[in-house]
């Protein structure tokens, strides 16, 4: 579960995609759907979440394109 003002978390071993059971918890904050995440995502060498002016999510080996409704909780 992830927090406001945790800063920058990194997640080495994430797996995507539906049937998967690696989901990140997002329930503390507004978040209702995927578009909302991914209006907050850019990719570099991994897909980067910016969920507050200071709190990121560094998903190694992920690209946004790659995260899926189901691997998220809100």
Do not use: H, K, M, N
Not at 5 to 34: E, H, K, N
Not at 50 to 65: N, S
Request: with cysteine.
């Amino acid at each position: 579960r992830f927090l406001a003002g945790a800063g920058t978390d990194v997640i080495q071993d994430f797996c995507t995609g539906p049937r998967v059971v690696d989901q990140l918890d997002l329930s503390p904050f507004a978040f209702t759907s995927l578009v909302d995440i991914q209006a907050l995502t850019t990719d570099t060498a991994v897909a980067i979440i910016q969920i507050g002016a200071t709190d990121t999510i560094r998903v190694v080996g992920v690209t946004e394109a790659s995260l899926v409704e189901g691997d998220f909780s809100f």
